[in-house]
């Protein structure tokens, strides 16, 4: 598993996370424009679930992309199905 990999994780973890430990934020105040913080945290969490999720795909697409390419006839064939330097 590559560092990327991890951050990726964590990326699509977090929210989970933040929403499941409901002890942090089952609470009244602090207030914000006479929205609750058990209300206005969760909606919060969308927009920064949002963001991480487009980190991570943004993060797979490139390590995806630096990635060789395997093809079905086996690893680094070229156009007709030969090894490099062969």
């Known amino acids: 598993m590559t560092p990327v ?3 990726i994780g964590l990326c ?3 929210p989970f996370g933040a929403m499941f430990w409901v002890g942090s ?3 009244v105040e602090p207030m914000l424009g006479g929205v609750p913080f058990f209300y206005w945290y969760q909606m919060a969490w969308v927009l920064i679930s949002s ?3 487009l980190t991570a795909y943004t993060l797979w ?3 995806r992309t630096s990635r060789p390419t395997r093809t079905r006839n086996g ?3 070229d156009e ?3 090894r ?3």
């Open 5 to 7: 990999r991890v951050i």
């Open 61 to 63: 697409k490139r390590d």
């Open 12 to 14: 699509l973890f977090a």
């Open 84 to 86: 490099p330097g062969n």
């Open 80 to 82: 007709e199905g030969r």
């Open 51 to 53: 963001a991480l999720t």
């Open 75 to 77: 690893p680094h064939r």
């Open 25 to 27: 934020y089952a609470k």
